[in-house]
């Protein structure tokens, strides 16, 4: 059998599929690998990361735009003035006279009261009060006596002077013809000097009574008006058993019965204005710095839109709360009722252009210190501190930490508030 040569053994054997592409295998593996890894790092959190879905978040865009300073408010009807209607004097009901939510005009009777014991009272200090004018009455008497006596006093030393001096003169001259001695002429001066002397000291006490007696007078005078002023006084306990209406208005809050009890200052209903009101609000304190009399609002009543001007603002903040009153600026539209709610709005400035964020869950989860700032793959938000300053119920006013064209999420982020970034999926 012949044997083969050398030659004819060394055939090529030509090479697998397999074994070209054998060179590509291994650093297509190591791409892959780093791409795997690349891409599992991207969804697997890191320290610090908080995963999320992109269905439960929403997000805003930072904008400089118009912001409209203002601020919504739900105001509650309330009449522009309400007197308050109560017992002077405490007693039983004897008679209602109106009812509730009847239109009343000043001096109305409401109802009326009875108190046995009072009217004894009145009646013991009546005539104590009758007594002590009695009394003035005397003093003013006795004092216009003794004016009058003394009067007749002087006159009556005029008269003697008078009597006194023509006498003199008679015998003066007399004396002058002889028929008058010195001595004799001598008395009837004596008398005349006597009567002048009287006379001057009569006026003079006189002159001194009556400022005395004016100063009485007008004692006695203001005794008399107090006694008077008195007795009205206690004439008008009677009378405030008669309760009646101080103002026009409509009776409010008014349920008496007959044969109630009252106690004095029991308050037995209101007066309310009729066709005036006011709109009472509660406002949150984080406006309280803001927030003026004067200010501008508006109120929009079944799509009739009345301008209001905030008249009060009550500074004691309650539960977190302030209350402030709206005026009308004109005549209130017909229809309003106590008690109904309407919203209102109320501008706090003007508006200007300002880096604004939508209003949302996020201001509140943050405390509008902080927020979640997406990168540009939409994948990762890290949270960045920032600064707010005004906000209305669509837009947040940003005075730092944020730039146009950032997006935001703006929905709710309080449990991620110790996370400093977010892996949404």
């Known amino acids: 059998m012949p044997q083969s040569s050398p030659a004819s053994m060394d055939r090529s054997v030509p090479r697998g599929r397999w074994v070209r592409w054998r060179r ?50 739900r105001a509650t009807v309330a009449p522009l003035h309400t007197v308050y209607v109560g017992a002077v004097e405490g007693g039983t009901v004897r008679h209602v006279a109106v009812q509730d939510g009847a239109s009343v005009k000043p001096g109305d009777v409401l109802a009326t009261l009875s108190n046995p014991h009072l009217r004894l009272d009145v009646t013991a200090k009546e005539a104590a009060i009758a007594g002590q004018l009695g009394g003035v009455t005397n003093q003013r008497l006795l004092l216009q006596q003794n004016l009058t006596s003394e009067d007749n006093a002087v006159a ?38 006597y009567d002048t002397a009287r006379l001057a000291t009569l006026r003079q006490a006189r002159l001194r009574d009556r400022e005395v007696a004016r100063r009485q007078q007008a004692e006695i005078a203001r005794t008399v008006s107090m006694l008077h002023d008195n007795l009205a006084e206690v004439g008008g306990n009677l009378r405030a058993l008669t309760l009646r209406a101080p103002v026009a208005g409509r009776l409010t809050d008014f349920s008496l019965q007959p044969g109630q009890t009252l106690k004095q200052g029991d308050q037995i209903g209101e007066i309310d204005s009729i066709d005036a009101f006011r709109l009472d609000a509660d406002i949150d304190e984080f406006y309280l710095g803001r927030v003026a009399e004067g200010q501008a609002g508006t109120a929009d009543l079944d799509g009739t839109i009345a301008e209001l001007t905030l008249s009060r603002v009550k500074p004691q903040v309650k539960a977190g709360q302030f ?28 508006t200007q252009t300002a880096l604004v964020l939508p209003n949302g869950p996020w201001l509140e989860s943050g405390g509008g210190s902080s927020a979640f700032v997406l990168d540009a793959s939409g994948r990762h938000a890290v949270r960045r501190p920032i600064s707010v300053g005004r906000r209305n119920p669509e837009q947040v006013e940003i005075l730092s930490g944020l730039a146009a064209g950032e997006r935001v999420i703006t929905s709710s982020t309080a449990q991620d508030q110790t996370y400093a970034r977010l892996l949404i999926r």
Do not use: M
Request: charged letters at 25%; one cysteine or more; a negative charge.
């Open 24 to 73: 590509w295998l291994i650093p297509a593996g190591l791409v892959l690998a780093v791409l795997a890894a690349g891409f599992a790092a991207s969804w697997v959190p890191q320290a610090g990361t908080l995963a999320v879905s992109s269905s439960d978040i929403s997000v805003g865009e930072v904008k400089r735009a118009p912001f409209q300073d203002y601020l919504p408010v």
């Open 156 to 193: 009556e030393a005029s008269y003697n002077l008078l009597k006194a001096e023509r006498e003199l003169s008679i015998r003066r001259g007399l004396h002058r013809q002889g028929f008058e001695s010195d001595s004799g002429l001598r008395g009837f001066e004596d008398e005349a000097t």
């Open 323 to 350: 209350s402030v009153e709206l005026t009308f600026d004109h005549a209130p539209p017909p229809g309003l009722r106590r008690g109904e709610n309407i919203d209102c709005r109320l501008t706090l400035g003007r």
